[in-house]
């Protein structure tokens, strides 16, 4: 059985890793009209998957072009999301955000009046 201390020391090696994997995204969003483009940029990722109420959270892979993963989506109506990077949730900084059923948070928007 391992020691107490080699179980903390895997657990902050693993937390390091988490961090350094999820934190190298930057975002931005820009709104045009009844759409909005939600952009992640992230060269390291290998893979980027976008979660959404709008279609009850199947998710869509999106494509890597030069670091930066977008997505359009209409802004007709409010919607729930939250990104999966390489196997890990990434929630970006977003002004609303709401506790989902699983115990994490989803970001929420809400279209301009």
């Known amino acids: ?3 107490p201390k080699a179980i903390l020391t895997e657990l902050m090696i693993l937390l390091v890793l988490t961090m350094t994997l999820c934190s190298c995204a930057t975002y931005r969003s ?6 909005i483009t939600l952009v992640l940029n992230n060269p390291h990722a290998r893979q980027v998957t976008f979660f959404s109420s709008l279609d009850n959270f199947y ?5 890597n072009q030069k670091g930066l993963w977008k997505i359009t989506v209409a ?3 409010a919607f729930r999301y939250f990104y999966i990077i390489d196997d890990n949730i990434y929630l970006p900084p977003c002004p ?3 506790q989902d059923d699983f115990g994490e948070k989803n970001c929420v928007f809400e279209p301009p009046r």
Do not use: I, V
Not at 30 to 35: A, D, F, T, V
Not at 59 to 63: A, S, T
């Open 1 to 3: 059985m391992a020691s």
């Open 30 to 35: 820009g709104l045009n009209g009844r759409e």
């Open 59 to 63: 998710g869509q892979k999106l494509q």
């Open 75 to 77: 802004t007709t109506t």
């Open 96 to 98: 609303l955000q709401e």
